[in-house]
Structure formats: C-alpha cells, structure tokens
C-alpha cells in the first residue's frame, strides 16, 4: 500500500499530515508526489476535493526544506495563483498547516481587503505567496512584491481563471518569472485555451488525471423534485427541517437570489448565511468560520463564491436554481461526498429548468432519480412572487400538480420516469437565454471596496433543528 513515507516526504510533514488525520494519499497525491519531488513539472486535470492542494504543497514544502535560502524583501520562493480569494485563503491555510514543522513563512494577497497588511507580509519576504491576479499585479506595479527570485509556480483551478476573465493577468505574471522555475498547473476541465496556456508555460510536463472528466463523485447520492420556482423556498425550508442535513450549501444563481433567499430562511427560522461577490471579505469568512463550526448556519453560496470552499464534512448540496452550465453542477455537487464520505445532492427543478436538468444528465450520462415524496406545500399565487432567476417574470403553474405541486413526469427520453401524477409536461416551454459567461459577469471580478454586508450568520430563531 502506498503511504506518505513511501512518497518520500519526511518527518516534519509527516508530522503534519498525521496531526490532520491523514493516513493515506489520494491518488492525485500518489501520482504526482515523487515527481515533483524530482522537479518535474505537472499538468493536473483534477476537481477540489480530490486531494489535489496537498499533491502540490507537500513536495514543494520539502523542496523548499532540502535547498534552505535566505528570504528577501518583497520576494517569494512558491508563487500560487488562484482565482477566488476563497480559494488563496484556503491554499494559504494549508501551506500553513502541512508546513507547520517546517519553518516556512508564507502570505496571502487578494482584492476586496486594504493592501497595507499585504505590503507589511511582504515586505521581509516570504517562502510561499499564493495570490489572485489582479492584485497580485497592483503590488508588483506598486513595488511591494518582486517575482524575480520565484522558483515554484504554481496554477490553481486555470479553467476558472479564464471563466474569470484573468488569463491574461496570468500571463503578464507568468512573464514577469524567471524562466528556469518547476511550474505545477491545475485545472478541473480542460477547455483548449486552458491546454494552450498550459502549453505554453510547461516543460515535459508529467500529465496527472484523477476522476474522469465532469464525472461526480461517485459518493453522492442525487435526487431531483419539480415544482414551480415559486413554491420552492417552502419545499427548501421543509427539507431543512426533516432531512437531517447537517451541514448544508444551497446554491443559488445570483447573488440577489441568495440575499432573498436568506431572508425567507431567516422569516423561517432557520439560521443561514449568504456568501456572494458582493459581500465584503470580513462577512465571507464569517460565514465560513461559521459553516466550518459545530452548528452550522445554512450556507447559501453562488457558484463563483463557492469555488474553493474547503470544507469536510458537507452532508447536502441543495441546487434551489439549476446552473446553466451543465459542468457547474458538477463542481456544486462535488462539494459534499469528499475525502470518502457519502454525500447527498437535491436539486429543485421547475418547467422551464428542465432543459438544463436534460443537459446535466447528458453530461452524466444518466438519469437523476426524481423524488415522488413532495410534501403539501403552502399554496403560493401564480405572479404573486416574482421570479428573479429568469428574466421574463413568473410563468405560472405549467404542467403543475394538485396544490400548485410538481410538474408531471417529464418529457424527453426520460419519460420512462414520472412524477405523481404521471401527465406529461406541456411542451414548448423554452429557459430564457443567456450568455454562457453570465454568471461569471454576474460575480466578476470582486470589487476593490466590498459594500458592508448584513450579518454574515443569524441567531437561530425557533428552528427544529439544533443548529
Ligand atoms: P482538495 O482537493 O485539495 O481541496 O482537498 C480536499 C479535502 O481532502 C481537503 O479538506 C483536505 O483536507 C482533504 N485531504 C486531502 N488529502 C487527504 C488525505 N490524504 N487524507 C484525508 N484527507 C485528505
């Protein structure tokens, strides 16, 4: 059996690694250890949650302990880049726990905070940096950062930074490095301009593939229930009471859907937090402290804001909205079911979003079990709530069941499978279109000075559950 030893990482990280718990490498980690131990470069095709920050941060922590160097002002050893400021944090978090024996100073740069303390980290240098771009250039611009000593590269979640429209801060960074470097490059999928850049910034890369492409862990358990958009913020709140979900994310697609949404809960009494590119740093990671605590808030994420959230232990994944993209609920539902852990994924589907679940399943290649157990919910007027997720308005009650309850069976090739009630949905409903980048424009790229956030986590009212 392959354990860490046999990697050939040494005491001090296997010091490490046994105080968090782990005993055995993943398979990303046993892959790619020996060989960037050995200073080869990487091109790794993996989800988070596979393991995959581990992978780079142990070998380079030893690295970096095998050939000790003075630190110098402004510079770095390790330069990380990542897309989300959720996901810099987390990778700083981990150089800090895997390399706690190891005497490395490290520091993290992201948008949306004041750069005074990020200067002062910087200013004695540091051995690991891990930064999102766009800052990350301001201080460079601003001479509070010099990459001219960077030996290590390396590249998170490359897909997202082009979904994020930051390829090409990337590039002016990566030429801002020294040539002779060892350069690591993630990514989840692997879109050709993500294969260009990698091309253009790897050397006789050793190519590292875990879970096949867009392919859910296997751990999850997925269910899917129709009904009308406007009754689904009753059904949310009756699965949180009665599903013994833990520790749960429901995902929304805007950022303004997630902040209404948090208020339903909130009139419910269920205790949630909204994290959105709109709220400012400090609220982000109060709802995450929060989320990683022993009572969780419900947390009610947006895609972009979700990427990167490192958190065990997930038990639901609520999709209130269907994304557009078919891979996006891929990397929603790979949230719960992590490190070996059964995970379960609703999602909340109405007529017009059928189209969508279609492409998921496609994408899957097969079919998400509906739920027949919708309880009776509140009957809510057509019109009377105003759909925010479709341009369009409301579209009231299609191929709806008694008590304004689910559409019927569904249409398709996947007619085979129905709904109480067995009818056919009645066709010609199409999903208002979008652009494919919407979403990311929606998020974008997080604004210098965040807007003051409502508290990020909310004292539980009279909810059931003991949160
Ligand atoms: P990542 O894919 O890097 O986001 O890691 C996913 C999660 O798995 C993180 O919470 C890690 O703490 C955890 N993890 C990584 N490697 C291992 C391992 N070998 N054993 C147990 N947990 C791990």
Known sequence: MTTFESLGLTEPVLKALNAEGYTV?????????????????????????????????????????????????????????????????????????????????????????????????????????????????????QKFVDLRTVEFLVLDEADRMLDMGFIHDVRRIVGMLPRERQTLFFSATLPSEVRQLADSMLRNPLEVKTTPQSTPAETVAQAVFFLPQRQKRHLLVHLLSNEGMARVIVFTRTKHGADKLQRDLDKAGIRAAAIHGNKSQNARERAL?????????????????????????????????????????????????????????????????????QAIERLLRKSIPVRNDLPELPHVEPGSEPRESHRGGARSGQGRGPQGGPPRGRGGRTSGRRSPGGQQ??????????PRSEATQAEGRPAAAATAPAPASRLPKKHRRAL
């Open 289 to 357: 402290a929060a989320f990683k605590s022993q009572h969780p808030p419900v947390l009610i994420a947006t895609d972009i804001a979700a990427r990167g959230i490192d958190v065990d232990n997930v038990s639901h994944v609520v999709n209130f909205e269907l994304p557009h993209e078919p891979e996006t609920y891929v990397h929603r539902i790979g949230r719960t079911g992590r490190a070996g852990m059964t995970g379960k994924a609703v999602s909340l589907c109405d007529h017009e979003e059928r189209p969508r679940l």
């Open 425 to 434: 949905p009645r066709q010609g409903s199409q999903p208002s279109r979008r």
């Open 25 to 141: 490498p993943t398979p990303i980690q046993a892959k790619a250890v020996p060989h960037v131990l050995a200073g080869r470069d990487l091109f790794g095709c993996a989800q988070t949650g596979t393991g995959k920050t581990a992978a780079f941060a142990l070998p380079l922590i030893e690295r970096m302990m095998a050939n000790p160097r003075e630190r110098e002002n402004r510079r770095c050893r390790v330069l990380v880049l990542a897309p989300t400021r959720e996901l810099a944090g987390q990778i700083h978090e981990s150089f800090r726990v895997y390399g706690r024996h190891a005497h490395l100073k490290s520091a993290v740069i992201y948008g949306g905070v004041g750069q005074r303390p990020q200067e002062v980290a910087m200013s004695k240098g540091v051995d690991v940096l891990v930064a999102t771009p766009g800052r990350l250039l301001d201080l460079v611009q």
